[in-house]
T-cell receptor, first 115, second 115 residues
């Protein structure tokens, strides 16, 4: 199993550009989520999904879109990048039921800089 | 609404001494509680979780945590700290009585173990 993979590892954008951060998992997890990590702020939930076709907003959803067309993939789209979106982005996945429920597996992260 | 608080930004402990990293939570229903660890430039790794049952939960690397419902706390402990325990530690909570609820993380506590 590759676990949770994220691409790219690093990205530099100019203000106003759009891009998609990719996240994929091969563990057949129902629950997937995107977090951003900023110094002193911990991990803040951007969007999450409890299954294919179902997404919901987290704590800081503005400026980001998600979709979940398959169980495996959960891309995060930045519509018009702003310097405030400079952060490290983590994707995570987990089962949503059963004994292993909610034990999240994290990807290696994407470090995004918006100039 | 659910939330989790880690009141200490940093905890400093001498090697061989016991350590405690504090976490308090707020949920409207019953909680699932988690601890994760992050080493530099890495994603988060699962340490332990409380779902139900025994209030003392044992996890990876000799860590344990005690669920205290009356104090709404879930402090992380280890009897004898190692220098290799130095890392960033995150507490997280989910409301298990909400079918599509999200997992919320605290702001993190940096644990520094001095030789």
């Amino acid at each position: 199993n590759a676990g949770v993979t994220q691409t790219p590892k690093f990205q530099v954008l100019k203000t106003g550009q759009s891009m998609t951060l990719q996240c994929a998992q091969d563990m057949n997890h129902e629950y997937m989520s995107w977090y951003r990590q900023d110094p002193g702020m911990g991990l803040r939930l951007i969007h999450y999904s409890v299954g294919a076709g179902i997404t919901d907003q987290g704590e800081v959803p503005n400026g980001y879109n998600v979709s979940r067309s398959t169980t495996e993939d959960f891309p995060l789209r930045l519509l018009s990048a702003a310097p405030s979106q400079t952060s490290v982005y983590f994707c995570a996945s987990s089962y949503s039921s059963g004994p292993r429920t909610d034990t999240q597996y994290f990807g290696p992260g994407t470090r995004l800089t918006v100039l | 609404a659910q939330s989790v608080a880690q009141p200490e930004d940093q905890v400093n402990v001498a090697e061989g001494n016991p350590l405690t990293v504090k976490c308090t939570y707020s949920v409207s229903g019953n909680p699932y509680l988690f601890w994760y660890v992050q080493y530099p430039n890495r994603g988060l790794q699962f340490l332990l979780k409380y779902i139900t049952g025994d209030n003392l939960v044992k996890g990876s690397y000799g860590f344990e945590a005690e669920f205290n419902k009356s104090q709404t706390s879930f402090h992380l402990k280890k009897p004898s700290a190692l220098v290799s325990d130095s890392a960033l530690y995150f507490c997280a909570v989910r409301d298990k009585d909400s079918s599509a609820s999200k997992i919320i993380f605290g702001s993190g506590t940096r644990l520094s173990i001095r030789p």
